[in-house]
């Protein structure tokens, strides 16, 4: 039987979660996905329309289908969290069900049990800002989203995971080195998400028996690294200083989220894994 994975942060076919998708789809895994509400509308339009046709190839060629795409805002964990303006906000106000605890029953009443589950989401609104200038309410946002939203997935998802099931989410070496530029507590949200990998490894690995690792990857033009501005400038970075002198395609971290969502990796919880052509172990620029 295939199995059942579900995707939180899929938005267009250009990051990291629609690569993942796409490398699980060629597994053989059933996907749905759970979509960014203010994202969602265009999201469906342009899949019906056809515009990721070209990315949805499978080597066998058949299109990658999904059998669910839920709503999703990883910030709010159950609707008594939602804030009024926000329920009423025309974006959100069409759709419901939206929070991850709701988002969770939805799945486990349409497809029972999952075996993957991959958080590919970050969002700091003050990330164009330095650190040293960085608003509390910014601050905690980021966190809120890019880190706590783990916390929330593990917490909701992990009772409808079978046993043997693996959770995988996206970081970045701002968390241990310093990249200006990376801002808004962007770079604390990644510090947290790697430490929460470690500690979810064991407590989820306890009661659920499942395993929860992170792939710290390196530089890609996707929508959320536009927003911040200098990725261009990163992906040059990289492709000049890293030991393999080449770009970074979102296919080789979908490759590596394959093999630690799968019975190969059985044996690897709790782990930060690097996928960004070797450039963390350099000491100096070359
Ligand atoms: P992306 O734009 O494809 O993915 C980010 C997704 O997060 C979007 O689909 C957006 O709609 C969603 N999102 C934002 N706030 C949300 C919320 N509150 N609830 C639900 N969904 C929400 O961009 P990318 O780059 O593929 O990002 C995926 C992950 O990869 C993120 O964790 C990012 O930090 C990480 N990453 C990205 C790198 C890069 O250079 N692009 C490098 C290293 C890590």
Redesign the pocket.
């Known amino acids: 039987r295939g199995k059942k994975a579900f995707i939180?942060?899929?938005?267009?076919d250009?990051?990291?979660?629609?690569a993942i998708a796409k490398c699980l789809a060629e597994a053989g895994c059933e996907i749905s996905l759970?979509?960014?509400v203010p994202?969602l509308n265009i999201f469906e339009s342009s899949l019906r329309r056809g515009k990721f046709d070209a990315n949805r190839k499978l080597s066998n060629g058949k299109l990658m289908e999904f059998s669910k795409i839920y709503p999703?805002?990883?910030?709010f964990d159950t609707l008594a969290d939602v804030p009024k303006d926000i329920l009423s906000n025309k974006r959100y106000a069409g759709n419901s069900k939206w929070t991850v605890a709701e988002v969770a029953e939805s799945v486990k009443a349409d497809s029972g049990n999952i075996d993957i589950l991959v958080h590919?989401?970050?969002?700091g609104p003050e990330v164009i800002k330095p650190l040293l200038e960085t608003s509390r309410k910014g601050y905690l946002a980021a966190l809120s989203?890019?880190s706590y939203?783990l916390i929330s997935l593990v917490q909701r998802f992990g009772p409808l995971m079978n046993k043997g099931g693996s959770v995988i989410?996206?970081?970045?070496n701002a968390s241990n080195r310093i990249i200006p530029g990376y801002g808004g507590g962007m770079s604390s949200a990644k510090a947290a998400l790697e430490s929460d990998t470690r500690v979810l490894a064991y407590e989820a690995g306890r009661k659920y028996g499942v395993r929860v690792n992170t792939i710290?990857?390196?530089?890609?033009g996707?929508?959320?690294?536009k927003a911040i501005g200098f990725?261009d400038d990163?992906i040059r970075y990289s492709e000049e200083n890293s030991p393999i002198q080449k770009g970074l395609s979102a296919e080789e971290v979908g490759a590596v989220a394959t093999f630690l969502l799968s019975p190969l990796a059985s044996g690897v919880t709790g782990h930060v894994m690097f996928v960004d052509n070797g450039l963390n172990a350099m000491g100096l620029a070359t």
């Open positions: 939180a942060g899929v938005a267009d250009q990051g990291f979660g629609w759970g979509v960014w994202a999703m805002d990883a910030v590919s989401l970050a969002n989203a890019s939203s989410s996206l970081t970045y710290s990857a390196g530089p890609l996707s929508r959320a690294a990725i990163m």
